[in-house]
């Protein structure tokens, strides 16, 4: 019945839940938005975590060494975005078919690889809770809030940390630049395709890293196509949060907790037709960005190549 997810300890249940599912989203978002911000849209950030998910995956399986997989993963990242860099920036191909394009490599490379190296569904020991001190023993906050794997804490200590990042720092200064206008950066003597190649680049490492979270933080085994979807909705959360990480935090809690609550409602055998329940994070996502579009410009030289002049 829909009264018992109105019971204390569920509701508590739903928001520890959407606190921990929103660190991929975060991670993945938030590199897209310094991506975006230099005017590269990258398309491929599924299949980036899809590979940043089985490296970490398969190197936590083989050697036992969490922060060694994460590492595997990030460098994943950073050469599946120097590819993307190349193909859009310096190739000035069409960013959204470099994007696509590197989703479906990802996509079949992952599954290749886990069939050919593991070939079953395994498991590992993952991230495990950490406490923090005092916090954690308030009551209903701290078991929401303070009581999650480092890698949870990480992805929201990302968000000040990209905010600082894109408005207090010269980099920051030139990534804006470049995606607003990068005729005219480029005369005040930025390197435009070099920005754009770090804003890629960045972003792709964070796709590795939101991969990772997946596989060795939150679920602990691999399967194909683990992500489901999820690289895109972090690119869509991009678009719902107006570039900015603070929006990107808002919409990342909202998804998670809406995706928190369809798995609270298969667990508790609620009379809602599972597909509906499943669709239900979805049918939000495409809401928000119907009521979101128009209200917050992109940037301007969003997907549109530079060539220098003279």
């Known amino acids: 019945m829909i009264s018992d997810l109105l019971q204390g300890s569920v509701l508590i249940g739903i928001l520890y839940s959407g606190i921990r599912l929103a660190a991929p989203y975060l991670f993945a978002a938030l590199g897209e938005t310094v991506s975006q911000k230099s005017g590269v849209l990258d398309l491929g950030v599924d299949g980036i975590m899809l590979m940043g998910s089985f490296i970490a995956f398969y190197v936590v399986f083989k050697t036992g060494n969490l922060w060694l997989g994460v590492g595997a993963s990030i460098a994943?990242?950073?050469?599946?975005?120097?590819?993307?860099?190349?193909?859009?920036?310096?190739?000035?191909?069409?960013?959204?078919?470099?994007?696509?394009?590197?989703?479906?490599?990802?996509?079949?490379?992952?599954s290749l690889l886990f069939r050919t190296m593991i070939g079953s569904v395994e498991g590992i020991t993952g991230f495990q809770v950490v406490r923090i001190p005092l916090l954690s023993d308030i009551p209903v906050l701290g078991e929401i809030f303070f009581n999650h794997n480092i890698l949870v804490y990480l992805a929201y200590l990302m968000?000040?940390?990209?905010?600082?990042?894109?408005?207090?720092t010269t980099l920051g200064l030139k990534v804006r630049a470049v995606g607003q206008n990068p005729e005219a950066a480029d005369s005040l003597g930025i390197h435009v395709n070099r920005v754009r190649y770090f804003g890629v680049i960045f972003g792709a490492a964070m796709a590795g890293l939101a991969g990772a979270t997946l596989s060795t933080g939150l679920l602990f085994v691999w399967q194909e196509n683990i992500t489901n979807g999820l690289g895109f909705i972090a690119v869509a959360l991009v678009y719902f949060g107006g570039w900015r990480p603070l929006g990107v935090l808002f919409g990342s809690l909202l998804f998670a907790t809406v995706n928190a609550f369809q798995l609270w409602v298969q667990v508790k055998g609620i009379d809602i037709p599972s597909d509906l329940a499943v669709m239900l994070p979805y049918v939000l996502t495409i809401i928000v960005l119907v009521f979101a579009s128009g209200r917050v410009r992109q940037p301007a030289a969003l997907a549109k190549p530079f060539e220098r002049s003279g």
């Open 76 to 110: 994943v990242g950073i050469l599946m975005g120097l590819l993307m860099a190349v193909v859009s920036v310096t190739l000035q191909a069409e960013q959204g078919i470099s994007g696509i394009g590197l989703y479906l490599f990802g996509l079949g490379l992952s």
């Open 159 to 168: 968000v000040p940390a990209i905010w600082i990042l894109l408005n207090k």
